[in-house]
C-alpha cells in the first residue's frame, strides 16, 4: 500500500506563516537556521567571488580554528 505523502500548504504566504511558526517556537531552532545561513553564505562567497587573497587569509583562519579541537 502506498503510503500518502504530505502536500503542504496551498499558498506561499501559509508556508511562509508555517516556517515563522517552526523557527520562533525554540532558540534552537533559530541558531539552527542562522548557522545554516551563514554557513551557505560563506560557501558561496568561496565559489564564486573569493580573490586568491581571499582564500589563503581563510586559509590561514581555518587553520588557526582547527589547533582549538
Known amino acids: ?3 500518502k505523502k ?11 506563516e ?3 511558526r517552526y ?6 531552532n533559530r541558531q539552527k537556521r542562522l548557522y ?5 553564505t560563506a ?6 567571488k573569493a580573490t586568491k587573497e581571499d ?5 590561514d583562519l ?3 580554528e582547527k589547533k582549538k579541537f
Open 1 to 3: 500500500m502506498q503510503e
Open 55 to 59: 582564500l589563503e587569509e581563510l586559509e
Open 6 to 16: 504530505r502536500k503542504g500548504y496551498a499558498t506561499q504566504a501559509q508556508q511562509n
Open 36 to 40: 545554516t545561513s551563514a554557513k551557505s
Open 43 to 48: 560557501k558561496n562567497f568561496v565559489r564564486t
Open 23 to 28: 523557527y520562533h517556537a525554540s532558540e534552537e
Open 62 to 64: 581555518i587553520l588557526e
Open 18 to 20: 508555517a516556517n515563522k
